[in-house]
C-alpha cells in the first residue's frame, strides 16, 4: 500500500489478515494490480477507500470475536467436568482445536498466498468462502450429537448486578459467609461455589436484608431486583477479579506474538528470497510457525506429558505451560535479534532510495517462527484451558473471550510501543530503528526490547501465578452449603410486627 515499515507494522497489528489488507486495497487501487506497476504511479488509498477497507475487516473480527470464544466453550462443554478420563480428553481438544486452526492457516499461506502472488485474488475468495461453507455444512452434521446445556444468562448483566447490588448495601456490614444468600440450586443447572475471603466489599451483594421470607420469595425477589445476589454470582465476580492479573501478563506475551506478523515479515523482505529456483514470499514463512505449532502438540502429547506422568506422577499444570511459553517467546526474539544483525552484517550496498536486502538467506528465519510457534502451544492453549477451568459455569464464554481479547489487546500495545520506539529513536536527524530501509536501521534492538519485555512480564507472571486462587465448586450435598437462611440472627432484619409488615408488602409487590 506505499507505507512506511512503521505505518505497514501498526496497520498489521491494529487488524491483522496480511493477505486480505493487500487484497482489499488491490481490488480498489486497479492501477497498482500488478507488483511490476509503476510505483510512481501508484497513489496511497483515500479516506473513504481505507474506511472501506477497515470496515470489512472489522466485520471479519467481529465474526471471529464471536465464533472463537464461543467454539472452545462449546467444544469444552462436550466433555463432564465431573469424569477424570473425559477431563484428559478436553485438555487434547483444546490442543486438537488449535492445530485445527493452524491447519486451515497452513492451506492459506501456501494455497492462498501463492494464488494471491499470481493475482488470481477472485479464486483466492472463492477457496476462502468455500472453505467456511464446508465449515458450517461439518458444524451442522453434528447438531444431533452434540451435548447442551441452558444459557445461564448475560454474563454482563451478572457481572453487573453484583455491582450494583453491592454499591447498594455499601453501608451494610458483611456478616459471616454462612450468613449470605444462596438458592437451593433446584432450578439452575450451575453449580455453586465456595465462598472465598478476598474483595469482601462485593459479599454485600448477597447480604439479606429481610431472612424470614422463604426460599422461592427470596429467587423472585433476586429475579426482579438487583439484591441479593447469591453468593455464586459474587463468586463468579471474583473469579474473574482473580483472573484479570494473569490475563495482562497474557497480554505481554501476545505482544511478541503480533511481532510474527508485521516485523518478521519486513525483515524477510530485506533477506535473499532465492531458494533454488523458488521465490518465497516472506509472508508464507509462516509455515515454519505452523509446523512449529503442530510439532509442539505433538511432542507434549506423547513425549512430556507421558514422560512427566510415568517419572513424576504429575502433569504440568496450565500455569506451568503458560510460564514455559514465556520461556519460549523470549529466546524467539532473542533469535530474531540474532538474525538482524546477521542480516546486516551481509547486506548489500545499494542507492539511498532502493529498498534494503541482504545476501543472508530468508530461510534463516526459520527458528524464530518455529520457536514462536512453540510458545503459541504453551501459553495460547493453556490459556484456554486454564481459563475455561477456573471460570463459573455461567461465564464460560466470557472466559474463553479473554483469549481473544488477549491477542487483540497485545496488537494494539504493540502499535504503540512500535510508535514510541520511532521517536525515541529516530530523533536528531538519525534513522530510528525500524527505518524505513531497514539496512540503516536497528531492528535488532527491537527484538531485544521485546525479548526483555516478555522477561518483566514472566516475572510478573510468576508472582501473580504464586498468588493465584483457584475456583472451588461446593459438592451438590455438601452439608456446608448455604440455604435461605431464615430467622433474624445475624441481626440484619426487623422483628416483630414490623417485619411481618415488610414481608407483607414485599409479597404484595412480587404478586403485582
Same mark, same amino acid.
Given at each position: ?110 494455497? @492462498? ?20 461453507? @464446508? ?77 424470614? @421470607? ?104 496450565? +500455569? ?17 535479534? @540474532? ?152 441481626? +440484619? ?20
Amino acid at each position: 500500500m506505499h507505507m512506511k515499515n512503521v505505518d505497514a507494522a501498526n496497520r498489521v497489528s491494529n487488524w491483522g489478515l496480511v493477505e486480505l489488507s493487500f487484497t482489499s486495497y488491490y481490488l480498489l487501487r486497479n492501477s497498482c494490480y500488478s507488483y511490476e506497476a509503476n510505483s510512481k504511479s501508484c497513489k496511497t488509498p483515500t479516506h473513504f477507500e481505507a474506511l472501506i477497507l477497515y470496515m470489512s475487516i472489522y466485520q471479519i473480527a467481529l465474526g471471529n470475536g464471536g465464533y472463537q470464544p464461543a467454539m472452545t466453550a462449546f467444544g469444552a462443554d462436550q466433555f463432564d467436568a465431573e469424569s477424570l478420563e473425559e477431563q484428559n480428553s478436553k485438555m487434547a481438544f483444546f490442543s486438537y482445536f488449535f492445530v485445527a486452526n493452524n491447519v486451515g492457516s497452513l492451506f492459506s499461506d501456501i494455497v @492462498l498466498t501463492y494464488l494471491q502472488d499470481k493475482g488470481r485474488w477472485a479464486l483466492s475468495f472463492a477457496f476462502s468462502a468455500a472453505a467456511s461453507f @464446508l465449515g458450517v455444512i461439518l458444524f451442522f452434521s453434528g447438531t444431533l450429537h452434540f451435548r447442551y446445556f441452558n444459557p445461564g444468562g448475560n454474563p454482563l448483566v451478572r457481572i453487573s448486578q453484583v455491582i450494583v447490588a453491592s454499591v447498594e448495601n455499601r453501608m451494610v456490614k458483611a456478616p459471616q459467609a454462612e450468613y449470605l444468600y444462596e438458592d437451593d440450586g433446584k432450578n439452575c443447572s450451575m453449580r455453586k461455589i465456595v465462598h472465598t475471603p478476598e474483595f469482601k466489599c462485593l459479599d454485600k451483594a448477597a447480604v439479606v436484608l429481610h431472612p424470614a @421470607l422463604s426460599s422461592e420469595s427470596m429467587q423472585k425477589v433476586s429475579s426482579k431486583q438487583w439484591a441479593p445476589c447469591t453468593v455464586t454470582q459474587v463468586e463468579e465476580v471474583k473469579c474473574i477479579l482473580r483472573l484479570f492479573p494473569i490475563w495482562i501478563c497474557t497480554v505481554v506475551y501476545s505482544i511478541a506474538y503480533n511481532q510474527m506478523s508485521s516485523v518478521f515479515i519486513e525483515q524477510g523482505e530485506a533477506m535473499n528470497k532465492a531458494v533454488s529456483n523458488l521465490q518465497i514470499p516472506p509472508g508464507s514463512m509462516n509455515v515454519f510457525e505452523i509446523l512449529g505449532v503442530s510439532g509442539f502438540i505433538v511432542l507434549y502429547q506423547f513425549c512430556i506429558s507421558p514422560f512427566m506422568l510415568k517419572v513424576l506422577k504429575k502433569d504440568l499444570t496450565e +500455569l506451568q505451560r503458560m510460564g514455559i511459553g514465556f520461556i519460549v517467546s523470549v529466546v524467539a526474539m532473542f533469535s530474531a535479534g @540474532l538474525v538482524e544483525i546477521y542480516r546486516l552484517k551481509h547486506q548489500r550496498v545499494c542507492a539511498n532510495r532502493c529498498k534494503a536486502s541482504s545476501s543472508l538467506s530468508i530461510l534463516w528465519q526459520m527458528p524464530q517462527y518455529v520457536l514462536v510457534g512453540g510458545s503459541e502451544v504453551f501459553t495460547y492453549v493453556g490459556m484456554m484451558e486454564f481459563f475455561n477451568k477456573e471460570s463459573p459455569d455461567g461465564l464460560k464464554s466470557f472466559a474463553s473471550a479473554l483469549y481473544v481479547a488477549s491477542m487483540s489487546a497485545g496488537s494494539f500495545l504493540s502499535e504503540l510501543i512500535v510508535t514510541v520506539i520511532i521517536k525515541a529513536s529516530g530523533k536528531e536527524s538519525r534513522e530510528s530503528w525500524i527505518a524505513d530501509n531497514l539496512n540503516h536501521g536497528r531492528m535488532d534492538n527491537f527484538y531485544f526490547l521485546i525479548g526483555l519485555l516478555n522477561v518483566l512480564g514472566f516475572i510478573l507472571f510468576v508472582l501473580c501465578a504464586k498468588r493465584y486462587r483457584g475456583i472451588q465448586f461446593a459438592g451438590h450435598n455438601d452439608e456446608n452449603e448455604n440455604p435461605v437462611i431464615k430467622g433474624s440472627e445475624d441481626g +440484619l432484619g426487623t422483628n416483630g410486627d414490623e417485619e411481618v409488615t415488610q414481608i407483607e408488602e414485599i409479597e404484595v409487590y412480587l404478586e403485582a
